[in-house]
């Protein structure tokens, strides 16, 4: 319709454009040069009569360039009357009336040259016929003139009259247009827009809640219907889907329910009861059987689910031929799922047994075992006919399987670890039993030897002679050595017994440096090595065993004579740290030192530095360790160690302080010692 008003306001406007540059570049200079020749013409006459009548030459002057302008105006005028020739107006009398102006023309030109020669000469001319020639003329340009205005009078009537036309042409066709549209709109309207509408209405249902609604595909354009049809075969998909991934989540969800009930159990039977009852309800199965295979002398866990309206049937794994049929599924890693068993095509000799002893007509079945090892089969069965299995019911199967294979390796792995704790803890007991014994049987005959031997070194016996003392004392620092190892072996034995918090003290630790410095003095001197002794202050109190913290000063000291040379200083000192709540017992030596390899392994048992068992110094490599334990296990304590070697070994032990105040009240036959150390700490003197 578009296309139609336009070409016929394009046609309107071509007949319009052609009427109207035919009065602009034709009719009206075809005009403007007629007149132009008449004045032309007229000024030349003038000229000529004034000139004649007065003899002044200025009058000739519009004479002068009048021909020039007379003959472009003619030839002007010439062009445009051809052109109005071919416009289709009467060729013959407009050519006329143009030819007889121009002869009129040429013929007063003819006579005015010689007249103004005899004027121009002084002479007389009569103007008479000169005034009858410009007579003619004039009527012959008068006659042109009139027929040019009439030829541009019937041009304008004739566009006018066509714009009319047109207009009226343009409103009729322009309103056939707007009619033809509102017609195919109505028509669209009710073939796209309606369709639309009703598929856009289906779009905001489906997305408000209803899968099932459908489009119209008997509506509307092909184009259309096209759309309807598509858009359903999507929506068909997507509910699939929906449903499938509905399907899959109740599937998955019933997979983890069975994993958490697995994981409930303890015992194989159990694991299989469980899995039994909850996969036939969950698959709404006819029958569920899961049998494990036991060694030669054990029996064989097993267990079964049924519907109410069937019996109980023997045990599966004991036919050889599903017995063979799980080894082959184990071995190749996969499953069977039969819909029909009872299929000519399917029946094989091990689903004709399994058929005959469960009655199945459809079954998954799928093998349970770990790693390389077969442990059992699992059977869903339907029994009144044939079932098609989907994807995801053998997926729950096969991983519920997994979970009950997992489910008994635990329990046996836990039954293993359980006899193995039991074994080691009977071990251990034996092992504290026999260190106990055997250190309480040995310090028996230890000190009487120790006894008999003293009575011997002061001569009771008799006097002895040099060689003999030599002798003596060799047996006297074994016999010392002999008892070190057995009181460490005690300790040890007694700190592996574990100790009892609610039996811990008050330990001054003044009074404890004071005492193990007093009972080493000796041993020092032996080693003729100078004891430094400061037991820090009264306020260092430490709640322990009085006895295991006495052991762990007198194995850091005693190190640390037996590790220096003759001469050397030892230094023993306790210091008080209130802001961290903590007493350090520091020992510092300038002995043989400890390598720097060997210090990651200082507080092993009876490991020894190698520069001690290089020198052949005595030991059990039992100190350091029970001195950590002592501290650090029972005391909540802390040991560092630093030492170069060579240049000595520094031990700190780093205990928490007790303060009364927090905790508490005790009385002063608490406290370990009994010296003035003691009393000063309640503000006694001795």
């Known amino acids: 319709m578009l296309l139609v008003v336009s070409v016929t306001a394009v046609g309107s406007l071509a007949v319009q454009s052609g009427n109207i540059g035919r009065l602009t570049m034709i009719d009206g200079p075809a005009m403007d040069a007629n007149n132009q020749v008449r004045a032309a013409m007229s000024d030349a006459q003038i000229g000529l009569n004034g000139y004649q009548a007065s003899g002044d030459r200025a009058l000739l002057q519009p004479y002068f360039g009048a021909h020039d302008r007379t003959q472009a105006a003619l030839s002007t005028l010439g062009t445009k009357v051809a052109q109005e020739l071919v416009s289709g107006v009467d060729a013959a009398h407009l050519k006329a009336l143009e030819l007889a102006q121009r002869v009129a023309a040429q013929l007063w030109w003819a006579n005015a040259l010689p007249v103004e020669a005899r004027l121009t000469a002084g002479g007389h001319a009569d103007l008479v016929a000169s005034r009858a020639m410009f007579e003619h003329f004039s009527a012959a340009n008068a006659a042109l003139g009139h027929y040019l205005t009439t030829v541009r009078d019937r041009t304008r009537v004739a566009a006018r009259t066509l714009s009319s036309q047109g207009e009226t042409v343009s409103v009729a066709v322009t309103l056939a247009a707007l009619l033809a549209m509102l017609i195919l709109g109505g028509r669209a309207s009710g073939g796209i827009s309606r369709p639309l509408t009703d598929l856009r209405d289906v779009m905001l249902r489906q997305r408000g809640g209803e899968p099932g609604a459908r489009a119209r595909e008997d509506q509307g354009s092909l184009e259309l219907r096209s759309v309807a049809r598509d858009f359903n075969a999507l929506s068909e998909r997507n509910l699939a889907l929906q449903q499938l991934q509905a399907r899959d989540l109740g599937t998955q969800a019933t997979t983890l329910g069975i994993g958490r009930a697995i994981r409930a159990t303890s015992q194989t039977q159990q694991t299989l009861d469980v899995v039994c009852v909850a ?153 504290s039993d026999f260190l106990a014994t ?233 406290f ?15």
């Not at 007509?361 to 442990?375: E, M, N, Q, S, T």
């Not at 007093?518 to 306020?539: K, M, N, T, W």
């Not at 370990?672 to 001795?686: K, L, M, T, Y």
């Open 438 to 670: 055997v250190s309480h049987e040995l310090r028996t005959p230890l000190t009487s030897i120790i006894g008999y031997l003293e009575l011997l070194q002061e001569q009771q016996a008799g006097e002895l002679s040099a060689q003999q003392q030599r002798m003596l004392a060799a047996i006297n620092r074994n016999t010392l050595r002999l008892r070190s190892l057995i009181e460490d072996v005690m300790v040890l034995s007694r700190i592996e017994g574990g100790v009892n918090r609610d039996d811990f003290v008050p330990v001054p630790i003044r009074a404890l440096i004071t005492r193990v410095s007093e009972e080493l003095s000796p041993f020092a001197g032996d080693h003729q090595v100078e004891l430094e002794i400061d037991p820090g202050p009264a306020a260092a109190i430490v709640l322990g065993d009085p006895a295991s913290l006495d052991r762990a000063v007198v194995n850091v000291l005693s190190n640390a004579i037996k590790f220096s040379r003759a001469g050397q200083v030892v230094r023993l000192t306790c210091t008080l740290d209130l802001d961290g709540g903590r007493v350090l017992v520091t020992c510092q030596d300038h002995g043989v030192g400890i390598p720097a390899k060997d210090l990651t392994e200082l507080f092993t048992r009876f490991f020894r530095a190698s520069n001690a068992t290089d020198q052949s110094t005595p030991g059990t490599g039992l100190g350091l360790s029970i001195t950590k334990q002592i501290v650090q296990d029972h005391h909540d304590g802390v040991v560092r160690l630093t030492s170069v070697e060579n240049e000595g070994t520094t031990v700190v032990i780093d205990l928490p302080l007790y303060e009364p105040s927090r905790a508490e009240p005790f009385q002063a036959e608490d």
């Open 279 to 431: 996969l036939g309800e969950a698959l709404g199965a006819d029958r569920v059987v899961a049998s494990t295979m036991g060694g030669h002398n054990e029996a064989a866990p097993s267990a079964q689910w049924y519907q109410p309206s069937l019996a109980p049937i023997g045990d599966l794994s004991r036919l050889p031929e599903l017995a063979e049929l799980a080894a082959e599924l184990w071995l190749s890693a996969g499953f069977r799922a039969q819909d029909d068993i009872t299929a000519q095509e399917l029946a094989t000799q091990p689903e004709r047994a399994f058929h005959q002893a469960s009655g199945a007509r459809a079954a998954i079945l799928v093998p349970i075992g770990f790693d390389d090892r077969l442990i059992g089969m699992m059977y869903v069965c339907m029994v009144g006919g044939p079932r098609l299995w989907t994807s995801a019911e053998t997926n729950v199967v096969q991983t519920v399987a997994g979970f009950v294979a997992r489910a008994i390796m635990e329990a046996e792995n836990q039954g293993y670890q359980r006899e193995y704790v039991d074994r080691i803890e009977t071990l251990d007991r034996q092992k």
């Open 672 to 686: 370990v010692g009994n010296d003035s150390h003691v009393q000063d700490v309640f503000g006694i003197r001795a």
